[in-house]
Nanobody, 122 residues
Framework: EVQLVESGGGFAQAGGSLSLSCAASGFTFDEYALAWFRQVPGKERERVACIDAFHGSTYYNDAVKGRFTISNDYAKRTVRLQMNRLKPEDTAVYYC???????????????WGQGTAVTVSS
């Protein structure tokens, strides 16, 4: 059974930084991709970043490219999202997900973390 437990998030001012972590279990960590999505009320959940451990590749939404960094800690089986130069439009609930690869749409993903709120004030 896949389990994803998130931590981090909270409040930040515009231009500040926050970090999210997701501890993963139930699958071979270095053979699949993990991703971060975010969602605001009334909108679809959107992929923010994805890291494919098997292929050694990363993907970023254009809106966060150059500001956010996704990384794996293989020893701790944890995926981390470092968010720098935050903007008010980054305000959302952030979800860790196990899509298996970096192409699966949010509607096809069945394994999600509980979500953690990020609020960025202007």
């Amino acid at each position: 059974e896949v389990q994803l437990v998130e931590s981090g998030g909270g409040f930040a001012q515009a231009g500040g930084s926050l970090s999210l972590s997701c501890a993963a279990s139930g699958f071979t960590f270095d053979e699949y991709a993990l991703a971060w999505f975010r969602q605001v009320p009334g909108k679809e959940r959107e992929r923010v970043a994805c890291i494919d451990a098997f292929h050694g590749s990363t993907y970023y939404n254009d809106a966060v490219k150059g500001r956010f960094t996704i990384s794996n800690d293989y020893a701790k089986r944890t995926v981390r999202l470092q968010m720098n130069r935050l903007k008010p439009e980054d305000t959302a609930v952030y979800y860790c997900a196990f899509p298996g690869d970096c192409y699966t749409s949010s509607r096809s993903i069945s394994d999600w973390g509980q979500g953690t709120a990020v609020t960025v004030s202007s």
